[in-house]
T-cell receptor, first 116, second 109 residues
Framework: GAVVSQHPSRVICKSGTSVKIECRSL??????MFWYRQFPKQSLMLMAT?????????EQGVEKDKFLINHASLTLSTLTVTSAHPEDSSFYIC????????????FGQGTRLTVV | GQNIDQPTEMTATEGAIVQINCTYQ??????LFWYQQHAGEAPTFLSY??LDGLEEKGRFSSFLSRSKGYSYLLLKELQMKDSASYLC??????????WGAGTKLIIKP
């Protein structure tokens, strides 16, 4: 099946620093990728939709200046958490759709971010 | 508005059968997914239904009724490794996934 690779899988950073998370579609071209955040025992919360070659579309309540998304190619989207704070600690997951395989969303492995 | 409802938690016994229900209200409909998510891991695909009826895949089956806005995931011969959260997600007219909050399934010996 289609593969989406996300890394790092775990990262610990100091408060005030920035962290970049990468999401790659390995065997298909993804014009659209999605970034989710998931707090413990809660469902996935869509943060933003990343569109190749254009600006990301952010969900209400998500600060676009804090969560920078870049989708520079058809196989790579990045999420940068800027000036991270402990409340940003969460599980971040990306997903992408293979346009040739109906609408199924393939997920990356997720990134566990801990801000200390 | 768009909404997905599924039970928060269910408990079942190893070897038994459990049915997890999901009701949805979306702007348009282009199918419904079920995903399994173990704690600390990303969701993994289980099934996709777009037509009415039951689709069976090994121990797991998924059912859809478009007229009722209803789906269920049926798990047979439960194993301890089936303990996980099960996420229901409907696809709206814009092909966006609308996620349910997930059902935590606890399997007891």
């Amino acid at each position: 099946g289609a593969v989406v690779s996300q890394h790092p899988s775990r990262v610990i950073c100091k408060s005030g620093t920035s962290v970049k998370i990468e999401c790659r579609s390995l065997d298909f071209q993804a014009t659209t990728m999605f970034w989710y955040r998931q707090f413990p025992k809660q469902s996935l919360m869509l943060m933003a939709t990343s569109n190749e070659g254009s600006k990301a579309t952010y969900e209400q309540g998500v600060e676009k200046d804090k969560f920078l998304i870049n989708h520079a190619s058809l196989t790579l989207s990045t999420l940068t958490v800027t000036s991270a704070h402990p409340e940003d600690s969460s599980f971040y997951i990306c997903s992408a759709r293979d346009p040739d395989r109906h609408t199924e969303a393939f997920f990356g492995q997720g990134t566990r971010l801990t801000v200390v | 508005g768009q909404n997905i409802d599924q039970p928060t938690e269910m408990t079942a016994t190893e070897g038994a059968i459990v049915q997890i229900n999901c009701t949805y209200q979306t702007s348009g409909f282009n199918g419904l997914f079920w995903y399994q998510q173990h704690a600390g891991e990303a969701p993994t695909f289980l099934s996709y239904n777009v037509l009415d009826g039951l689709e069976e895949k090994g121990r797991f089956s998924s059912f859809l009724s478009r007229s009722k806005g209803y789906s269920y995931l049926l798990l047979k011969e439960l194993q301890m490794k089936d303990s996980a959260s099960y996420l229901c997600a409907a696809v709206d007219s814009n092909y966006q996934l609308i996620w349910g909050a997930g059902t935590k399934l606890i399997i007891k010996p």
